[in-house]
């Protein structure tokens, strides 16, 4: 049996003609499907000779001029791109038993203010082991530590913060094999420090977004941990602070539980010989050529060796040996040390009650030490308290005060009060009362007061009421609206209080740690 095969017709000069010629031929085919009927229908009109009364030529297909181009652009093929990366499906192909064994073990630790409640982890260990590591006896007392981000890796596509797992290099080339020399060589405890506040271990079932984005994350960083751990190829430990708790730089909390993991009580470490490197070290801005070199984001690496007590080096300083820059702390500890006489003569006197009965204003910032001003100079003087912290609303503040007063008792408004028209209603409260009113002004600097707010927030000791932690917000808005207080605004006279230390020597030997 023979196929038909109809003869090609002549007009193949020309793609175009050559379209029109192949549906010539699909018209030999005979048809009864009604759309086909349509399309060939809708052809014959496109190649119906022009007629000569209408200035055609007669051809059988009108031509196009040399000159004419497409009206619209052939399409392009775009080449479909996968998120999945060829390694990964490699990996996913590879039987088990061949893979390479992940030498890093993850595990989570403590939660909560002390580490010792039923609160979520939040602090994320991984732990290497190379494969033919020989069985170390050496008790290492001398300990290594780095940051890991801009310390010893850097994003390797230029970005400030990486998604992928394998965006990373070496901060210099160097790095690795002076950690592998502190270790094998030079007898160091190796450890990496970090701050990951990005992370969450333990998301909020009630919070909203995606409920695997934080998961996504976490195992991203394990991953990029993982091949930064294999690299190196010498036992370390890497643990990642992700909640504002006392694991967080620059508090000590990851110290210990490194100390507790190695069996080396914090007391036998050497620490003269010990050193903590990070960039977060508060370098000022300097100009170097035609540049300038940014000045560092914080202070928290440097602050956290001074807490745990070793020398503190950049990136820059202990690889590179160049020499260290100028720095400075918003906030420094030297500026407040322990007055040892004060304890043999007791407490100065800071105020005295002047008035059988009147109303004393507070005007400081959170964490000024207002309250703890109140219980150790005013409560002993027979001073009521009323605060809007526990009374929740302006009103009933009023309400409490005035029934003080009518009972015979002196007050204190223990609030921030820092403009002009929120104490304006006190002053009238008082002339209404008949009774004078003084103002106490706590002059402490931002810096300090978020200190002393943390402080008293992760030490149950020297937070009896309890307090959390107060946002950057609730500093900010203070002294934006401060305005200094002063007798013209119907005060009987307003009395400053400098910020000074004023407790125990345990309860310094916590507060002299840096906190934020």
Not at 95 to 101: A, G, I, L, N
Not at 309 to 314: L, N
Not at 434 to 462: G, M, Q, Y
Not at 471 to 494: C, D, I, K, M, W
Request: overall charge positive.
């Amino acid at each position: 049996m023979q196929l038909y095969r109809p003869p090609l017709p002549p007009l193949l000069s020309s793609p175009t003609n050559w379209i029109f010629s192949t549906l010539g031929i699909l018209r030999g085919f005979t048809t009864t499907v009604p759309s086909t009927r349509r399309l060939f229908s809708t052809l014959d009109d496109m190649t119906t000779p022009p007629s000569p009364g209408n200035g055609g030529s007669g051809t059988t297909i009108s031509k196009r001029k040399a000159a004419d181009k497409p009206i619209s652009p052939p399409p392009v093929k775009r080449k479909a791109q996968s998120a999945i990366s060829k390694g990964a499906v490699a990996s996913f192909f590879t039987p088990t038993s061949q893979k390479p064994k992940d030498r890093t073990v993850w595990t989570e630790r403590g939660g909560g203010v002390d580490g010792q409640d039923s609160s979520p982890a939040t602090l994320l260990v991984g732990r290497f082991e190379p494969e033919a590591e020989e069985q170390d006896r050496r008790k290492r007392r001398k300990v290594a530590a780095f940051d890991l981000d801009s310390t010893l890796i850097v994003t390797s596509s230029g970005k400030k913060f990486g998604n992928d797992p394998a965006d990373w290099k070496w901060w210099d080339a160097s790095v690795p094999t002076r950690l592998r020399t502190l270790y094998m060589e030079e007898g160091y405890r190796v450890v990496i420090i970090s701050n990951q506040a990005g992370l969450t271990l333990h998301p909020d079932p009630n919070a909203k977004g995606p409920k695997n984005a934080g998961k996504a994350k976490v195992a991203n960083f394990k991953q990029k941990c993982a091949a930064v751990l294999a690299q190196l190829n010498i036992p370390t430990s890497v643990y990642a602070a992700t909640a504002r708790d006392n694991y967080r730089k620059p508090r000590a909390g990851m110290w210990k539980v490194l100390c507790d993991d190695y069996g080396i009580p914090e007391d036998e470490v050497d620490l003269q010989n010990s050193v903590f490197v990070g960039d977060a070290g508060g370098r000022t801005a300097r100009v170097v050529g035609d540049g300038v070199t940014a000045k560092d984001f914080s202070c928290s690496d440097r602050n956290f060796a001074h807490n745990v007590g070793v020398a503190y080096k950049t990136p820059e300083e202990f690889f590179l040996d160049e020499p260290p820059r100028d720095f400075t702390r918003e906030f420094d500890l030297a500026m407040h040390p322990y007055d040892e006489g004060k304890e043999k003569e007791g407490e100065e006197v800071l105020f005295e009650k002047t008035n059988g009965r009147d109303v004393v204003l507070f005007c400081g910032p959170p964490g000024a030490g207002k309250s703890t001003f109140y219980w150790n100079n005013l409560k002993p003087l027979g001073y009521e308290r009323v605060n809007q912290d526990t009374l929740k609303t302006r009103a009933k503040c009023f309400k409490v005060a005035a029934d003080f007063l009518d009972d015979g008792c002196s007050i204190v408004v223990d609030n921030t009060n820092p403009d002009p028209e929120g104490r304006k209603e006190w002053v009238e409260f008082a002339r209404k009362h008949d009774v004078p009113i003084r103002c106490v002004w706590f002059k402490i600097p931002k810096a300090l007061c978020e200190h002393n707010d943390t402080v008293r927030a992760l030490n149950k000791s020297l937070n009896p009421e309890a307090r959390s932690a107060l946002p950057p917000l609730a500093f900010n808005g203070y002294f934006s609206r401060l305005r200094e207080p002063t007798v013209t605004e119907g005060f009987q006279h307003v009395l400053p209080i400098e910020f000074k230390f004023r407790g125990t020597k345990e309860e310094y030997a916590i507060w002299a740690q840096y906190w934020s």
